[in-house]
Structures are given as structure tokens and as C-alpha cells.
């Protein structure tokens, strides 16, 4: 299944660490494509920036934010796009995007991405906002599904209907967090394949899989060990009914050997293949 703006499948990826630059700098590492943190290079040169540039003349690079605030009330950042936008095309991008969530109010970043109301209200919000960065960018957003853990009183409709709307409404693309889908369908008692029932396949243009901790009474989602066996029913379930979609495994505590990625990614392979 292609995906409605024809973005190509980059196949096995890792989200780019500074603790691996030498790593992937002076070998020949078993990845496809690296994924930054868009924030972490904004607004710096030097060393930083001479990496990502030097991995964007091997592999493909693309921008996931966590500062664009979509869903905050506050004004866009026009300044902020500004410079994501210039930032992908100084490496090439093939997509760049953030989350479904807002970051900060009146000015302040809470420096975590907040879960939006479920609400009619929220939701045409929200699309003429993403509909307002896309003009401006020129390209479409990917937008990920959040991982949750309370529910707003007034919600309306589902997460999954949520955004399943805004992306069919603002025309946008979404990141499939399989790992957020798990997470937040245990925390509220939800069925995570009927979650993915609503999702629009044809505007998914990547996967995100995590490791995630187990509290028993609930999941926190860590990114800090191995990617646990119900994530991977659910990915494989994805990527045999998309017949493939490009795949980022992140890792951002507890951080291992490059090797570690490597072995993690070519579980990903075999799932997405059926094995």
C-alpha cells in the first residue's frame, strides 16, 4: 500500500544519539536512515552539525520535533517553522514532523508533550493549525499518536478517532507509534487492535518502536530497553497490511553499544517480514 504523497519506504532506523557519532562516523553501520531530535540542532553548528551533515551525505535524515506545540492555544512560532523548515532542507528531509500534543501555554514551555481534550473543539483547532504549518512549509506534517496516562474528563470521541480525523480533515501524515498505541491502550483499558482498526494506513509514512516499562497497573513509556513482544505483534500486524512502512527504532535512556540497535533492527526486519 503507497502512501497518499508517494514518500518512500527508508526501510531500518535508529533515532541519531550523540554518544553514537563516532560510532556511525567511522563504520559502516547496519541502518538505513537516522531520525533526529529537530530541537537539538536548530540552533548549533560546530561539531553537532558537521555529523549531521556528514551522515546526510550516506543516509537519509529525518526531523521529529518536539517544540512545534501544535495543539497549544498560543500563537504559532512562525520564527520556529521558519528555521525547521530551512534546517530540512539543508539535509535533505524526506519528512519532518512532532506530535499530537501541546508543549507550553502564555508563553512558557512545560518541556513534555501534553495530551489534548478529545473534543470537537480541540479537533478544529488542531487542523487549522496543521493545516497553517503545512502551507507554510510546503510539505505535510507527520504526526505521531501520543502515549497517555489520564483522560480528559470531556473527551468527546476516541484518541484513535482523534487522529484519524485530524489527519483526514488537515490532509496531514501520521507517525505510528506502536509502542505509544500499546502503552496508552493498557493504561485506559482500551483494545489496541481495534486502535489500529481506525488507522489510515495510507497516510502512515513511519513506524515508531521503543521499549517501554511494565508497572503492572500501568506502562510508562521509558524508551530505555528492548521492545517487548506485544509491540511486536502489533508492528508486524502494521506492516503486513501496509506491505511496509518505514521503521525507527528509538532508545533515549539507558542507552547501549550501536551493536545493541543493530540487533533490535534486524528483529524489526524479520517481524516485518513474517518470521
Request: charged share 25%; hydrophobic share 40%.
Amino acid at each position: 500500500m503507497a502512501n497518499r504523497w508517494g514518500l518512500p519506504n527508508l526501510g531500518f532506523g535508529v533515532g541519531l544519539r550523540t554518544v553514537h557519532f563516532t560510532h556511525v562516523l567511522e563504520a559502516d553501520p547496519a541502518v538505513d536512515w537516522f531520525e533526529i531530535v529537530s530541537e537539538n540542532f536548530l540552533d548549533t553548528e560546530g561539531r553537532p552539525m558537521w555529523v549531521l551533515e556528514q551522515l546526510a551525505e550516506r543516509f537519509p535524515v529525518v526531523l521529529h520535533g518536539v517544540g512545534m506545540s501544535v495543539g497549544s492555544t498560543d500563537p504559532i512560532d512562525w520564527d520556529y517553522i521558519d528555521r525547521l523548515g530551512a534546517l530540512a532542507d539543508r539535509v535533505r528531509a524526506p519528512w519532518m514532523g512532532d506530535h499530537v500534543c501541546w508543549t507550553g501555554v502564555q508563553g512558557h514551555n512545560g518541556h513534555d508533550l501534553y495530551p489534548m481534550p478529545y473534543t470537537e473543539e480541540s479537533l478544529t483547532h488542531l487542523v487549522g493549525r496543521v493545516k497553517a504549518i503545512q502551507d507554510r512549509l510546503g510539505r505535510p506534517l507527520v504526526l505521531e499518536n501520543p502515549s497517555t496516562y489520564l483522560e480528559f474528563s470531556a473527551n468527546e470521541m476516541a484518541e484513535a478517532v482523534f487522529i484519524r480525523r485530524m489527519a483526514e480533515e488537515a490532509d496531514c501524515a501520521l507517525l505510528l507509534d506502536v509502542n505509544n498505541v500499546y502503552v496508552t491502550c493498557r493504561n485506559h483499558g482500551l483494545d489496541a487492535n481495534a486502535y489500529l482498526d481506525e488507522m489510515p494506513l495510507d497516510r502512515v509514512v513511519q513506524i515508531h518502536l521503543a521499549g517501554h516499562t511494565d508497572r503492572g497497573t500501568h506502562c510508562i513509556d521509558t524508551h530505555d530497553d528492548h521492545v517487548r513482544d506485544e509491540v511486536w505483534a502489533l508492528y508486524a500486524r502494521v506492516q503486513a497490511e501496509s506491505g511496509g512502512i518505514s521503521t525507527l527504532l528509538e532508545w533515549d535512556d539507558d542507552i547501549p553499544e550501536f551493536a545493541v540497535l543493530e540487533a533490535e533492527l534486524d528483529l524489526a526486519r524479520r517481524h516485518s517480514e513474517g518470521s
